[in-house]
Every structure is written in C-alpha cells, then in structure tokens.
C-alpha cells in the first residue's frame, strides 16, 4: 500500500468512530409504480428582494409550516437569513433579518443561510450553511417559540468528509425530516472534483450526526441530462406510500430545474422522468431550494426562482409556490 493510500485509510478510519452508520428510515410499503407529479406554480413570486441585506436575492425558503418561513437574503457580498409569516402562504409579511454570519468564530463572514427549519420541543430549530465558499459547513440555531435568548451552537453540527471522500471539500443544502425518535438530514456533498451529489444523516438530538456509511444516496445524471453538472437543495417528504425527493440539478449551462425521486426507504431512490421548469420571465433560468408543506391533504412547494443561469446568487432571486398535483405516468407507448 502506497504511502498516500494508507494515510486515505486512516483518515477514513479515525473519522468512522461514530461519525458513520448503516441504516435507514422506517421502511414504507409502496404504492402506485406509475404515481408521479404536476407542479402547478403561481405566475408571480410570492416573495422579492427589498432592501439593504436582501437587496439582490431572496431565495432558500426554509418553511416551518405554511405560516413561517425563514429565508435567505443576499446583498451582493453576504448571504443572511430572515423570517416572514402569512395567514395563507401567498402574501407575507418580513419581520427582518435573524441570522448573519459571526466572523469571530467558524462560519467566516460569507453566508449564514440556505437552511431548513422544524417547530421542534417549543423551539424553532434551523440549520443552516456556514463558513468559506470553498469549504461550506452546516450549523444549528434555536430559537424559542414565544421569546428569550436564541441558542447558537458554537461548533459545525456536520463538518466535511475524511480525505477523498465524496463530501470532502464541503457540505451544505441541508433538508431535515423527523420520524420517529429520529432527526434526518439530507444534504449535498462536495468532493475534491467539485462534484456536488446528495447524501443522508441520522441524528436522535439533532446536534449530533452519522452519516450515512454508503453515501452518496443520489448520484449526478449521464451526458446531456438536466443534472448532469450538480445536484443540490433536496426536499423529503412522505405521500402514497413513498418517500419523495424533489432535488435541484444542474446543465452545463448553469441552469437549474427540480427533478423528482421516489424511496420506500429513504437511502435507495429511484430517479423519475419528471423534471419542473421555471414557466415565467422571474423564473426561466433557475427553480431551485424547495421546501415542502402537506396540509389538507394538499402538497405545497415554495421555491426560489431566476432569470439568470448561476450555480448560487445574483440571480434576481425571488421565491415562488407552487402546488403538487398526483398524476399517473403513462405506460410505455401509450397515447397522452
């Protein structure tokens, strides 16, 4: 074994005590093989940038239900996140900026935002992208649903992959679940060939997270497929019988669109044909940072939205809903 070899060994050995497992999530039983969906947006955003923090993007809807949302701002320089609330999910009200990053410790002066929220032990948790640009991190924030101090954590909750691993140059595009005694969080991967794949994370308190052993959950597309270039910003949740996996890919071009999978597992997906396009002018080169809310039996998105062709801002972010409409694919040959 070459000297390189056996330090990547141990790398990836001194990292795996109780940073890495093998599971997966409650097994589901499965529904209609043929189910997939329509993705009826409204035409206009839903929310846009203002001024100062937010000035040049809004985008990364982080939904705590479809009342409170966290989003993140760009002012052309820094990425923070604030909070807006709404009786009805299409017109909100901003309450200002929560979050910026604290350049005296990890997270670095760049972003602090592209996160995911949860109403959790009467505190509001969210997750949220830290630190360099070319090394993203991902750490927790709390804050108390009726008032008082909000809780930082001081460290990253999930840090970067061993040497050559697939996460290695950084993580980001946290999206967390909870089922059962467990928090999940799904997120995107950076290796040293700036390939950007999602994997999965298991945690009992949120804080404390293993990886998934076997990751990555979701690889990129062959030649010439919408995700060829990148994946990112997953969105998890359950209907019919499935896991569900709306996900960001990335062109050659830099344009961005959702495709969808499905999992009765959560860690094994199943790519479907599906693949959601910006419909309006706001929109026409980027739909990315989904966020999902069932109520009522009905399936609500917001995401961000573009109509410039980039991989993370000055995009002319806004943040759009849509709905998500069950739909049976057609069989093989059949006439639409």
């Known amino acids: 074994m070459s000297a390189r070899a ?3 060994v141990a790398a990836v050995w001194l990292a795996g005590c109780g940073r890495y497992a093998d599971f997966t999530l409650p ?39 479809g009342r409170s949302m966290f989003y993140s701002g760009f002012d052309g320089h820094t990425w923070r996140t604030g909070m807006a609330t709404s009786e009805d999910g299409v017109f909100w009200r901003k309450h200002g900026m929560l979050l910026e990053p604290d350049a005296r410790g990890w997270e670095g002066d760049y972003i602090a935002g592209n996160g995911t929220a949860l109403s959790f032990t009467g505190q509001l948790w969210y997750w949220y992208v830290a630190g360099a640009r070319e090394l993203p991190r991902i750490g927790l924030w709390r804050l108390p649903d009726h008032g008082g101090a909000a809780v930082r954590e001081p460290r990253p909750v999930l840090d970067s992959g061993p040497f050559e691993s697939w996460d290695e140059r950084g993580v980001a595009d946290p999206y967390v679940v909870r089922i059962g005694p467990n928090f999940y969080m799904y997120y995107l991967g950076q290796d040293r060939a700036r390939r950007q794949r999602l994997g999965v994370a298991r945690s009992a308190d949120g804080v404390r997270w293993q990886k998934l052993r076997s990751n990555p959950i979701l690889e990129l597309g062959g030649p010439g497929a919408f995700d060829e270039n990148g994946l990112g910003e997953p969105a998890v949740f359950e209907s019919g019988g499935f896991y569900w996996m709306l996900y ?6 830099e344009r961005r669109r959702l495709g969808v999978a499905r999992s009765t597992d959560g860690v094994h997906w199943q790519k479907l044909p599906a693949v959601f396009a910006g419909q309006q002018t706001w929109d026409s080169k980027v739909i990315c940072d989904p966020s999902v809310v069932i109520e009522n039996g009905q399936i609500r998105v917001w995401f961000g939205g573009g109509d410039v062709a980039s991989p993370d801002e000055n995009l002319h972010g806004h943040i759009g809903l849509a709905v998500l409409k069950p739909l049976a694919m057609l069989k093989p040959g059949a006439a639409p």
């Open 248 to 253: 960001t890919g990335r062109d050659l071009g």
């Open 6 to 8: 056996a330090l990547a």
């Open 27 to 65: 097994s589901r039983a499965g529904g209609n093989p043929r189910l997939t969906f329509q993705f009826e947006a409204l035409p206009d955003p839903v929310l846009s940038p203002g001024e100062g923090w937010e000035s040049r993007d809004v985008l990364a809807p982080a939904m705590v239900d």
